[in-house]
């Protein structure tokens, strides 16, 4: 079970370096000449459109300067990530699935903003002014989501203990 993290990360950053490969491709108006690029239809809703982001979420901290903040800021994440892993601070599998994702879209991020000094997005939604995201966004998004989950029902689970600390008879008399 404790080497599953592994094997989701990976996976993960493969499909979104990969992704990150083919789109530019895909959108290339003339593979002779530089590369022009333009938005086409992917899903019902859903545009290919190449961006490259410079900032992190939402273009936040846009510009050159910001760039190895963010670099360090996504390599303190992940080290810290693999060590809360390997030190099983995390007790559960749902919680190792979930924030093994968040590794893997956190790297596939640092891979871009450390080698290219800007992070590909291309995903666009058509029917919402909504900001332009990648692969490694939708895996730290879902998984963030699925291990602050996680952690909810951690708490949930150590309440009655606490509170068979306090009273440990039962009895409910606090003195």
């Given at each position: 079970?404790?080497?599953?993290?592994?094997?989701?990360?990976?996976?993960?950053?493969?499909l979104?370096?990969?992704?990150?490969?083919?789109?530019?491709k895909?959108?290339?108006?003339?593979?002779?000449?530089?590369?022009?690029?333009?938005?086409?239809?992917?899903?019902?809703?859903?545009?290919?459109?190449y961006?490259?982001?410079?900032?992190?979420?939402?273009?936040?901290?846009d510009?050159?300067?910001?760039?190895?903040?963010?670099?360090?800021?996504?390599?303190?994440?992940?080290?810290?990530?693999?060590?809360?892993?390997?030190?099983?601070?995390?007790?559960?599998?749902?919680?190792?699935?979930?924030?093994?994702?968040?590794?893997?879209?956190?790297?596939?991020?640092?891979?871009?903003?450390?080698a290219?000094?800007?992070?590909?997005?291309m995903?666009?939604?058509?029917?919402?002014?909504?900001?332009?995201?990648?692969?490694?966004?939708?895996?730290?998004?879902?998984?963030?989501?699925?291990?602050?989950?996680?952690?909810?029902l951690?708490?949930?689970?150590?309440?009655?203990?606490?509170?068979?600390e306090?009273?440990?008879g039962?009895?409910?008399?606090?003195?």
């Amino acid at each position: 079970m404790r080497k599953l993290w592994l094997l989701l990360a990976v996976p993960i950053i493969v499909l979104d370096q990969w992704v990150k490969w083919w789109v530019p491709k895909v959108l290339a108006h003339d593979s002779l000449s530089s590369v022009i690029m333009r938005s086409k239809s992917f899903l019902p809703g859903v545009n290919l459109t190449y961006t490259e982001n410079t900032g992190a979420a939402f273009s936040m901290l846009d510009g050159g300067a910001a760039r190895w903040f963010l670099v360090a800021v996504s390599t303190l994440a992940v080290v810290f990530i693999i060590l809360a892993v390997c030190k099983r601070w995390i007790p559960s599998l749902f919680g190792i699935i979930s924030i093994a994702c968040v590794l893997g879209g956190a790297a596939g991020n640092l891979i871009d903003r450390a080698a290219r000094g800007y992070v590909i997005d291309m995903f666009e939604f058509s029917f919402v002014n909504f900001a332009i995201f990648n692969v490694a966004d939708v895996f730290i998004t879902v998984g963030g989501a699925c291990f602050c989950l996680h952690l909810i029902l951690e708490m949930r689970k150590k309440e009655p203990d606490a509170a068979l600390e306090k009273d440990p008879g039962g009895t409910g008399d606090e003195d």
